[in-house]
């Protein structure tokens, strides 16, 4: 799969039907995903693969995910400026 139907493919996966993750999740995306690493692109697949309500809660900083890794990402994405 080329790069741009893939990031299209992300970019609709990213879609949460709430705002804000949609926001937080895009700004990512757009601002990081073609220069990360395959590692830190992994980890963002399973970011994607969570439940709203947890990863809202994540976001939040109401909960911290078990997974060091994800909890690192989240991290960074609440750092991206808006």
Do not use: N, Y
């Not at 996966?13 to 830190?40: H, I, K």
């Not at 980890?43 to 439940?51: G, I, Q």
């Not at 709203?52 to 909890?71: K, N, S």
């Amino acid at each position: 799969m080329d790069d741009d139907a893939e990031f299209k493919k992300l970019r609709w996966r990213c879609r949460r039907g709430m705002r804000e993750l949609d926001q937080l999740l895009g700004r990512w995306l757009e601002a990081a995903w073609r220069q990360s690493p395959s590692a830190e692109r992994a980890v963002f697949l399973r970011l994607l693969d969570c439940e709203d309500d947890t990863l809202w809660r994540w976001f939040l900083g109401h909960e911290v995910a078990a997974d060091v890794e994800i909890d690192a990402l989240i991290q960074r994405i609440r750092a991206l400026p808006v």
